[in-house]
């Protein structure tokens, strides 16, 4: 028999009361099973595009003459030119049929612990992860779902969407747009709730089989914009995201590089039918989306571009400074360009390395350097990567994944 003190029990207790509290609070929403027919056909369509274009190119150069294979292959270049109307009527509804009959694939619920907390008339910073091979759990959170109190949402997805045909127009059509600085800022003044991946490509090439793991620590981007408006921000996770898909992808800096380059991870993955068929329909695996409640932030506090540039540069000089000065090869470090092309790009980052000439300052002086200037913008980033880690240990178990582990990179 163990025995408890009393403070582990006290501990012990209060953990247990902020779990039935968050119960009660907690709003469940759960899709709805339609027709198999209607539900393969709104997955394929919203997630057999990615493999429909490769299809396409590969049958109509092995199957059709060269002439009419490059028409073809003209076609999906034309398709990835010609602008997409996002409130095209037709295209809505097709998108109105994915979210209607896709959630109910899995299916999905999606838990609010906080359902009253959400006002309508504003705008929200959903910051959700994992992304996984797709974080196709985002669909639970649309606005033609319906399960949010929300009427404007938009998903900010990496660009390399849409610069593929075909792909590019149905996820338009279900609410994506670029993850660019000015989309995301002119999104939540026209007073739409953003819903972003913050670890993005990186998250995706360092995701490892059989745990979850997020990439946050260097992603402050969508907290300085939420303060820079004010939007509260909003911890989300998806429990089961990363079991709908097998996957395999390369490893090394190279990969990596490319990565960076084009805007998305080079990965195969695939679904159902087994392996030798490498379906592009996901298993049917159970997914809850868990949404935390909303942080409040204080607006007007400023986080300049400059500010935030300076903590990136402080902290690639913490890094860069720490190995030149343990291996004592500054000068020689000092000639490589890409140190000068980096420094060109971050003026802050000559401020920190060379303090009124050209002689590096002390390692003591770069490697303490105080990031008070950019306290705001750290504060609120680990508020929202605690509220992250609270949220995910709160439901893990409730949703049956308590013996899965967080890591936090």
């Known amino acids: 028999m163990v025995m408890e003190t009393s403070g582990e029990a006290a501990s ?66 034309m398709l990835i030119v010609i602008p997409v109307d996002d409130k095209d009527r037709i295209g809505r509804k097709l998108a109105r049929y994915i979210c209607k009959h896709a959630c109910g694939y899995f299916p999905i619920r999606l838990h609010i612990e906080d359902y009253k907390a959400f006002d309508p008339d504003r705008a929200y910073v959903f910051g959700y992860e994992p992304h996984s091979v797709l974080p196709i759990g985002v669909v639970a959170l649309a606005d033609l779902t319906g399960f949010m109190p929300l009427t404007k949402i938009k998903v900010l997805a990496s660009s390399a969407v849409f610069y593929t045909p075909i792909l590019r127009h149905v996820w338009t059509w279900l609410g994506l747009a670029p993850a660019t600085r000015k989309n995301f800022s002119s999104l939540l003044a026209s007073g739409y709730s953003c819903i972003i991946v913050p670890g993005g490509v990186q998250e995706t090439f360092l995701m490892e089989h059989g745990s979850e793991m997020v990439y946050l620590k260097n992603r402050k981007g969508f907290v300085r914009i939420a303060m820079e408006r004010g939007n509260p921000l909003v911890p989300v996770f998806c429990f089961g995201q990363s079991q709908v898909y097998k996957w395999w992808k390369p490893r090394g800096k190279l990969f990596l590089q490319l990565s960076r380059i084009f805007k998305f991870t080079p990965i195969f993955f695939w679904g159902i039918f087994g392996d030798f068929y490498r379906s592009p329909l996901p298993y049917q695996h159970p997914m809850d989306v868990i949404v ?68 590096a300052p002390s390692p003591s002086r770069c490697l303490d350097l105080d990031l008070g200037e950019c306290k705001e913008v750290m504060e609120v980033h680990n508020e929202f990567v605690d509220a992250l880690q609270a949220l995910f240990e709160r439901h893990k178990a409730r949703v049956g994944h308590g013996d899965l582990d967080l890591r936090v990179l």
């Not at 009361?17 to 027709?35: D, G, I, L, Q």
């Not at 490769?54 to 073809?72: D, E, Y």
């Not at 990136?312 to 004592?328: D, W």
């Open 12 to 77: 012990t207790a209060g953990a247990a009361a902020e779990v039935e509290a968050v119960e009660k609070e907690m709003t469940v929403f759960t899709a709805k099973r339609y027709s198999i027919f209607h539900t393969i056909i709104a997955v394929a369509i919203w997630l057999g595009s990615i493999h429909l274009n490769a299809v396409l190119v590969v049958s109509a150069f092995v199957f059709l003459p060269l002439s009419k294979a490059i028409g073809v292959s003209w076609i999906l270049l």
């Open 292 to 359: 935390g409640k909303p942080i409040e932030i204080k607006q007007n506090l400023q986080p300049t571009v400059e500010e935030l540039d300076f903590v990136e540069s402080v902290s690639f000089c913490k890094e860069i400074l720490a190995l030149v000065f343990a291996r004592r090869q500054f000068q020689k470090f000092w000639r490589e360009k890409f140190i000068s092309a980096y420094c060109s790009r971050r003026m802050q980052f000559f401020r920190c390395m060379f303090f009124g000439g050209f002689s």
